[in-house]
């Protein structure tokens, strides 16, 4: 009888344990599915503002981004020569109410030549297109910069991959379109900084990089011999990540 009594014990002990080892199992896979559940909401909330964000950059005009730095709005140092009122923001009111962002990004990259986001159509000729961009980033970036993230902004070739597997940025000469100051991102100190894929370079530095693109054409006008290059099927790409820098 005692044997049986401690047999019984031992295996009612041993049913305890495995129903608390069951329902702890049933917790943790609960939680793991809420926690990941979440993540996909904040994620599909984040991608549809950026969504958002590079829609409007189609249809707002670049004239009306011209109070963006208006009341010491730009103080940080990464924005403070947007302030300029000949090569800021500022200067962005002297354009025609029907001019787009886009519009004008497309017409600095329509270099003759060698593409380049410099402000400039060709050489000489002012064309805002990288002022507008950054602007327009500013003010409507505005939540993910107040949440800590930062933001980089580019447009690439997908056809080329000299640097980089996912196709090579338009060169960028002088600031680039961010409020990240890392110069992993910034490629700073990269044999091609004027060629940096921000968005590479951030996923490479160790980042949760979200990103999202859509495709961006641009017509070269013709080159010193007065050829044509033809249409670019470029891609136009904004991406995200939290960061630890100082906001």
């Known amino acids: 009888m005692a044997l049986k009594a401690q047999a019984a014990i031992f295996d009612g002990?041993?049913?305890?344990?495995?129903?608390?080892?069951?329902?702890?199992l049933i917790f943790v896979a609960v939680t793991d599915y809420g926690q990941q559940e979440d993540a996909v909401l904040r994620s599909a909330h984040t991608l549809n503002y950026m969504q958002s964000f590079m829609k409007s950059?189609?249809?707002?005009?670049?004239?009306?981004?011209?109070?963006v730095c208006a009341k010491n709005a730009?103080?940080?140092?990464?924005?403070?020569?947007?302030?300029?009122?000949?090569?800021?923001?500022p200067s962005l009111s002297g354009y025609l109410g029907s001019i787009s962002v886009t519009d004008l990004l497309?017409?600095?990259?329509?270099d003759p030549d060698a593409m380049a986001l410099d402000?400039?159509?060709?050489?000489?000729?002012?064309?805002?297109?990288?002022?507008?961009l950054r602007c327009a980033a500013k003010e409507m970036m505005k939540p993910f910069s107040t949440a800590g993230y930062k933001y980089y902004i580019e447009v690439v070739n997908p056809k080329s991959t000299q640097l980089y597997e996912n196709g090579d940025p338009m060169r960028v000469i002088g600031l680039k379109v961010t409020n990240s100051q890392d110069e992993a991102v910034l490629g700073t100190n990269a044999p091609n900084p004027e060629l940096t894929s921000g968005c590479e370079e951030a996923v490479l530095a160790g980042y949760k990089v979200l990103s999202i693109s859509s495709p961006f054409r641009v017509t070269p006008a013709k080159n010193a011999a007065g050829e044509s290059e033809g249409e670019r099927q470029l891609?136009?790409?904004v991406c995200i990540w939290p960061s630890n820098e100082n906001a």
Not at 57 to 67: D, M, R, W
């Open 13 to 24: 002990i041993t049913f305890l344990l495995l129903t608390t080892f069951s329902a702890s």
């Open 57 to 67: 950059v189609y249809y707002v005009n670049v004239q009306t981004l011209s109070q």
């Open 74 to 89: 730009c103080d940080q140092e990464y924005y403070e020569d947007l302030e300029s009122v000949d090569e800021g923001c």
């Open 106 to 110: 497309k017409r600095d990259l329509s």
């Open 119 to 132: 402000d400039y159509y060709g050489v000489e000729v002012p064309a805002k297109g990288k002022t507008a």
């Open 235 to 237: 891609i136009f790409r």
